[in-house]
């Protein structure tokens, strides 16, 4: 046995003292530690608040600056665009045409804007849908319920 362990004189000190001083050290390294993370976001907290705050009021301002002039706020309108008809595609009748549009208007709600599902009239509109896609939601609630 002694040829693998070392020959050394150091003696590992067990007493109480010895043992409360670490002990205690550790704990007070800990929460020195602690406070000094609460210290810093708590900084780093007031310092977003007010840079948000200045964005804040710095938007408010525009907004006042675009109340205080009308033509500023003029956004013209492209004419409402024609929707093509959906012909039966490739095969498919109306029915299931009909049926898929339904099952897309369930789903999306009302301002949903339904294409023909023909792969080469497939026309890029844009999404019109103010509610969040149901799955999304599903997501959402699953990933940020408590534990």
Known sequence: MSLY???TSVVPDTSVGFTATVILAGLGIVLATLAVLI???NIFGKLVSKTQGANMRKNKKNK???QENPQLNIIPTPPPAQAPSAPAAQGISGEIVAAISAAVYMMEGEG???TSIAPATRAQAPNPITRR???AF???SENTRPF
């Open 5 to 7: 362990s070392l020959a």
């Open 39 to 41: 210290i810093v976001f």
């Open 133 to 135: 896609n149901p799955w």
């Open 138 to 140: 599903a997501a959402i």
């Open 64 to 66: 006042a600056a675009k």
């Open 112 to 114: 949903a804007v339904v």
